[in-house]
Nanobody, 124 residues
């Protein structure tokens, strides 16, 4: 069993930055690839960024490439999402998720555990 708790969301002006954190319980964090998803009202949940269990491989959606950075610290059981140059269209609830696999999947249904989500609001 893995519990995920996100933090770091909030209100930011367009062009600003936020850093999301996701703290995981349990001793097997390094066994999981991790993903950051987001869901805006009326839209499907989408994978924003993913990172392999070792941290050596990352994935980014085209819409966030060059602006967002995913990283993890397996010693601290934490995955991060640094979000720079935020746009109004980045506003959503952001979720972290754990996938018992070497690499992060783009399919939400393949993830085993989910956090409760953290709201990101970007004002124009």
């Amino acid at each position: 069993q893995v519990q995920l708790v996100e933090s770091g969301g909030g209100l930011v002006q367009a062009g600003g930055s936020l850093r999301l954190s996701c703290a995981a319980s349990g001793r097997t964090f390094s066994s999981y690839a991790m993903g950051w998803f987001r869901q805006a009202p009326g839209k499907e949940r989408e994978l924003v960024a993913g990172i392999s269990r070792s941290g050596s491989s990352t994935y980014y959606a085209d819409s966030v490439k060059g602006r967002f950075t995913i990283s993890r610290d397996n010693a601290k059981n934490t995955v991060y999402l640094q979000m720079n140059s935020l746009k109004p269209e980045d506003a959503a609830v952001y979720y972290c998720a754990a996938d018992l696999a070497p690499y992060a999947s783009g399919r939400a249904y393949e993830y085993d555990y989910w956090g409760q989500g953290t709201q990101v609001t970007v004002s124009s």
